[in-house]
């Protein structure tokens, strides 16, 4: 009968180890999925960021569109004016060698590196085929100019997909830590952000 209780004393043991053992480490791992899946999260923002300064510097103002800002940084091209020559060659000048041209310098090219999966730019990281909310529009001064702005954020509902819900921190918690908005957002329809994103 002693043997029974050390045996059955011995299953307890090593069931209970095994509960510790979990309830130590699920929320290790849940913080390093996490801290993975915020991190290409703000990589890709911060790559949507760029898209957008850039179509804005092109056409004037923000695009709502992944569709648009896409087709726009894989098929249009940037005009830069080089110089041929020094103007401070004087002889050069006097024979007309030094002139400026027009070049047309790819947008994929300058902005991002070689290889660069342009189309998974409106897709968030780590959660199938969900995309980030994109929009733009414009916010008014104090003084009455209209100033371009652009919001690109996913929800931690759509960050998070499929980690256990038992482990995210309370969605106050991440508020404050995110500034009011519960997930991961550059720039903003609603505030002068100067397009930061709530990370920074």
């Known amino acids: ?25 699920n929320p290790i791992r849940f913080e390093k999925e996490k801290n993975k899946r915020y991190n290409k999260t703000i990589e890709r923002l911060k790559d949507i960021r760029t898209a957008e300064l850039a179509y804005r510097l ?32 004087s002889i050069a000048v006097a024979k007309g060698l030094v002139y400026r041209e027009t070049i047309k310098i790819s947008v994929l090219d300058s902005l991002f590196k070689k290889g660069y999966a342009v189309d998974s730019l409106r897709h968030v990281p ?29 929800h931690n509902d759509v960050i998070l997909k499929g980690l256990d819900r038992q482990l995210v921190v309370n969605e106050n918690d991440l508020r404050k830590k995110l500034e009011r908005y519960p997930g991961l957002q550059v720039g903003s329809l609603t505030e002068f952000t100067n397009h930061a994103g709530n990370w920074e």
């Open 126 to 154: 780590y959660a199938g085929n969900a995309e980030f909310e994109l929009k733009a529009g414009h916010l008014e001064t104090g003084s009455g100019i209209k100033v371009q702005v652009f919001e690109a954020k996913a």
């Open 58 to 89: 092109e056409n004037n103002k923000f695009t709502g569109s992944f569709d648009t800002l896409i087709h726009f940084v894989k098929y249009d091209s940037f005009n830069v004016v080089k110089q041929v020559g020094s103007m401070d060659d």
């Open 1 to 25: 009968m002693k043997t029974v209780y050390q045996i059955l004393l011995f299953a307890v043991i090593v069931v209970l180890s095994y509960f510790i053992y979990e309830g130590i480490m």
